[in-house]
């Protein structure tokens, strides 16, 4: 996967979230990180599968050890940040399926 494009704001979920997202091919990895004293610190980072074709490295991106679940899907990592904005975790998981559902439809 190429390298992490410049974060941009989620200004609706509080200050100082954002998300950043790299496509490759039928997949998409983005990883949401919160500014902290520390500075910016990882919350979780998700992985969309669309094909058969971007499965195996999306998965393994992610940390996936076994085989990948059939296309489509939607993982998530959790990362070290999350420990220091647990708030996060009330709308972090309905934000990567919401990126889920729109980039797959979007590469139908």
Do not use: N, Q
């Not at 200004?11 to 954002?18: E, I, L, S």
């Not at 983005?30 to 969309?48: F, L, R």
């Not at 975790?89 to 889920?100: E, F, K, M, Q």
């Amino acid at each position: 996967l190429a390298a992490a494009p410049e974060a941009i704001a989620l200004p609706a979920v509080g200050p100082g979230y954002k998300i950043a997202a790299t496509a490759a091919g039928k997949g998409l990895l983005t990883t949401i990180t919160a500014e902290s004293p520390y500075g910016p610190a990882p919350i979780m980072t998700s992985a969309v599968c669309a094909h058969s074709r971007a499965a195996a490295r999306l998965w393994r991106a992610i940390g996936g050890d076994k085989a990948p679940p059939a296309a489509p899907w939607v993982a998530d990592r959790l990362e070290a940040g999350a420990a220091l904005f647990p708030e996060a975790l009330a709308w972090t998981g309905d934000l990567s399926r919401l990126i889920a559902w729109a980039y797959i439809e979007g590469a139908e």
